[in-house]
């Protein structure tokens, strides 16, 4: 078995525009011990990135390429060996202070919006099972409060147990600036831009970041079967836990989960400049095409058959059958992101059964009760 160490500061300076000094592109890619022989780390430029005008933003592709079907050795396996997650290890009244490992916008320019990955150095003190959230305190005073901190916001787990760098030290987060748009003017008014969100997507390496948690209990994996299959349904961030799953599934090697059964990813975002960790994805489907399906769903680019916009729901309705079906034989459903998906979903998934003569409303109450139904949408 051969191991490739890779150093975890690869920094490349890549003009992408006029500005060359602030619009640099940073490749890096973390200590990874590879089990077997032919992974090797391939540093790629995201050719979204050019001619776009950053916020003081490095600019990346999340890509560290496998090169064949080997997967990364994680450690410690006795993250592995709990029978129950951890669960709020720290609390708001004495929050964890991690450190900011990088912040790397995710992406392209014709996307409205800007989400960031951002790995978070917890020191292995922090530990979390796929699937859960952690709390952030963001610095500063509770103008609702004054003298008090501000509320704690939840962001869902991006990474697995083990991290991005696979060694049960960090965690990563997706998370999308709230920007604030004066309705009158149409413009941004960054006064009253999300406290939270813009400070961890202005953050940098080095920065101290208060962190709670782990929080969540509803998208943790059900680990009993590994043969079961996971339809996952997200909208922009909710994409979140998901990447934690897959990575398990495909990318680590867990020698306590071995992943045999179906992952089916549908992943509704604006436009293809607003894809969030394409690259992984498209990986696992190319290794992995008959345990990963993976539907895109561009509201902004594609349209429904009314004519309105593509959202995930509508691709849900395509493909209502072979959902149906494998809920039946007892597939694992999850939605995550906005709150807004819930109710169109609902309807959705509502009509497709009356179609099959089916009770949703029944459908639904037994899906709950099997454990099979997973929803956190905020
Ligand atoms: P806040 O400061 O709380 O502001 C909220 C909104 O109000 C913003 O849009 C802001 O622009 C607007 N606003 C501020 N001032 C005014 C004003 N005067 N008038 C009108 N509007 C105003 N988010 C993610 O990005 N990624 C995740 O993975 C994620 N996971 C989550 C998981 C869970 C379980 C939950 C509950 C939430 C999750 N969220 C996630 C959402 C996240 O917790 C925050 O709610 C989000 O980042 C906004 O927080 P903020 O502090 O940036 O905005
Ligand atoms: P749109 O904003 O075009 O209406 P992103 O974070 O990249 O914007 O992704 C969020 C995605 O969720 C967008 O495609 C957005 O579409 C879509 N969306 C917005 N409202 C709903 C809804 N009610 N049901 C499903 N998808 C929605």
């Not at 973390?30 to 995201?46: E, Q, R, T, Y």
């Not at 530990?127 to 963001?138: A, L, R, T």
Request: proline share 6%; aromatic share 10%; net charge positive.
């Amino acid at each position: 078995m051969a191991h490739i160490a890779v150093s975890n500061k690869v920094s490349v300076v890549v003009p992408v525009g006029g500005d060359s000094a602030r619009r640099k592109s940073v490749f890096k890619t973390h200590n990874i011990s590879f089990g077997d022989k032919s992974w090797a780390p391939v540093l790629a430029l995201d050719l979204k990135s050019r001619n776009t005008s950053w916020r003081n933003q490095n600019i990346v592709c999340m890509s560290v390429q496998q090169v064949g079907r080997s997967k990364a050795a994680v450690s410690p396996l006795e993250l592995d060996d709990a029978r129950d997650p951890p669960l709020n290890i720290y609390k708001p009244k004495e929050p964890y202070t991690a450190t900011i490992v990088s912040v790397e916008r995710l992406v392209g320019p014709k996307a409205p919006g800007e989400t960031c990955h951002i790995v978070i150095d917890h020191g292995g003190n922090v530990p979390y099972w796929e699937g859960q959230s952690y709390g952030v305190i963001p610095p500063g005073e509770n103008p609702k409060k004054p003298g008090t901190p501000h509320n704690v916001r939840l962001y869902s787990i991006a990474s697995t147990r083990y991290g991005d760098s696979f060694d049960g030290k960090t965690a990563s987060l997706c998370v999308r600036r709230a920007v604030y748009y004066d309705p009158e003017t149409g413009r941004e008014d960054s006064s009253k831009n999300g406290i939270c969100s813009n400070f961890l997507c202005n953050s940098k390496p080095g920065d101290k970041v208060k962190i709670t948690g782990p929080a969540g209990k509803t998208m943790l994996l059900p680990e009993d079967d590994p043969n079961v299959t996971h339809i996952m349904i997200a909208t922009g961030t909710g994409v979140a836990p998901y990447r934690g799953y897959l990575r398990r599934m495909f990318m680590e090697s867990v020698p306590k989960f071995k992943f045999g059964g179906l992952a089916w990813l549908f992943l509704g975002v604006a436009n293809t400049d607003s894809l969030l960790y394409d690259d992984e994805f498209s990986k696992y489907l190319h290794d992995y095409p008959d345990q990963f399906r993976y539907d895109k769903v561009l509201s902004r680019e594609e349209k429904n058959k009314s004519g309105g916009k593509m959202y995930v729901q509508d691709k849900i309705e395509e493909y209502s059958d072979e959902i149906f079906k494998l809920l039946d034989s007892g597939a694992h459903i999850y939605f995550c992101g906005l709150k807004g998906m819930m109710p169109g979903i609902q309807e959705t998934l509502k009509r497709v059964a009356e179609r099959r003569g089916e009770s949703w409303t029944e459908k639904l109450s037994k899906l709950k009760k099997n454990k099979q139904w997973h929803v956190e949408v905020y």
